[in-house]
């Protein structure tokens, strides 16, 4: 129910955003979703072996301190338990920082 509630949310900011910032904008937000279920949602959903769940922005702090650098360098090597590439080999560099950003931001 709590994921059927929050995909509710993210539609309802997805057509904010359409709305604001055009087609393009919808687009972009709508592949990073899809790479988020891919290939993130699996671990960060629930926070398997220790990953910070998405959207909770308490546990995300100290990483995001880190900044962006880093944190794209241990999502590309791999970090603690997360795979290499965390997943998703089609990803760039501003794919990652994107997934970081919306499962760092608050539900």
């Given at each position: 129910?709590?994921?059927?509630?929050?995909?509710?949310?993210?539609?309802?900011?997805?057509?904010?955003?359409?709305a604001?910032?055009?087609v393009?904008?919808?687009?972009?937000?709508?592949?990073?979703?899809?790479?988020?279920n891919?290939?993130?949602?699996?671990?960060?959903?629930?926070?398997?072996?220790g990953?910070?769940?998405?959207?909770?922005?308490?546990?995300?702090?100290?990483?995001?301190?880190?900044?962006?650098?880093?944190?794209?360098s241990h999502?590309?090597?791999?970090?603690?338990?997360?795979?290499?590439?965390?997943?998703?080999?089609s990803?760039?560099?501003?794919?990652?920082?994107?997934?970081?950003?919306?499962?760092?931001?608050?539900n």
């Amino acid at each position: 129910m709590f994921q059927h509630h929050m995909r509710g949310y993210l539609h309802a900011a997805l057509l904010a955003v359409l709305a604001l910032s055009g087609v393009t904008a919808y687009a972009a937000t709508a592949d990073i979703e899809k790479k988020y279920n891919q290939s993130c949602a699996t671990c960060h959903e629930i926070g398997v072996l220790g990953a910070p769940k998405t959207g909770n922005v308490a546990a995300w702090k100290p990483l995001l301190a880190k900044g962006e650098q880093v944190l794209v360098s241990h999502t590309k090597q791999g970090y603690k338990n997360m795979p290499a590439r965390g997943l998703c080999d089609s990803c760039t560099d501003e794919d990652y920082l994107a997934l970081i950003k919306f499962m760092s931001s608050p539900n």
